[in-house]
């Protein structure tokens, strides 16, 4: 006789109904709306996966099997696909991010000059059109991207406090771009990644309780 599979946990039921629905829902103010936090995965991991493969060409198997690890790491926290979120990350932004509660969005906000500032060297950066142009500019400008970058991940460590998976990822993350050369892998991958998450990460700033009342 077939076995009767038990019904959803309502707990379940509720969290997949609500992270479905998000993006139709009006913000909470002081929240990370679900598209942001999705697309911000999405581009990370995008990244992860873009350096894995130029460091393997490379013969930098250690670094190759870093950032994979880092790569499958995201996809088994999100289990259903980067368009769903259903997995822990999932969870995650449902329990510590969606609602507003304890963000600590003055240090986002914070990190405005930084975020600027390093978009527009990753747009100098991109307009070097040979290798040659592309490896001078890294060696005159690297330390301004790496102390930019230092700084806006060190705030987002305090953004992402709570417990869970995007606490672990940006952690991860900040280790692999002190001691794994991460940003300069970045740079030679191309920078459309990498601006993307800046942007929306500048954009989320800008739309943060300290904007609003700096522009009251």
Known sequence: MARIAPPPKPTSVVVVFLLVLS???????????????????SLTH???????NVRRARGDIAGYRRAVTIADRMERWTRLGFLSLLGPMGWDYLRNYAWGRDL???ELYAAVPELNGLLAL???FSRRRTDA????????????????????????????SKAGPMRELVETLRKEMVDGDFLRDCLEVGTNDLKGLIQILKDLALQSPDQRHADL
Not at 23 to 41: D, E, H, K
Not at 137 to 150: D, E, H, P, T
Request: charged share 20%; no cysteine; proline share 5%.
């Open 133 to 160: 142009e592309r490896a001078a500019w890294i060696g005159r400008n690297y330390g301004n991207v790496l102390r930019a970058s230092k700084l806006i991940i060190g705030r987002l460590q305090r953004v992402f």
């Open 46 to 52: 995008s990244l992860t996966v873009r350096v894995a």
């Open 104 to 106: 600590e969005y003055s």
């Open 122 to 124: 990753l747009g100098e």
């Open 23 to 41: 993006p139709a829902l009006p913000p909470v103010a002081g929240s990370f709306s679900f598209s942001s936090y999705r697309n911000m995965l």
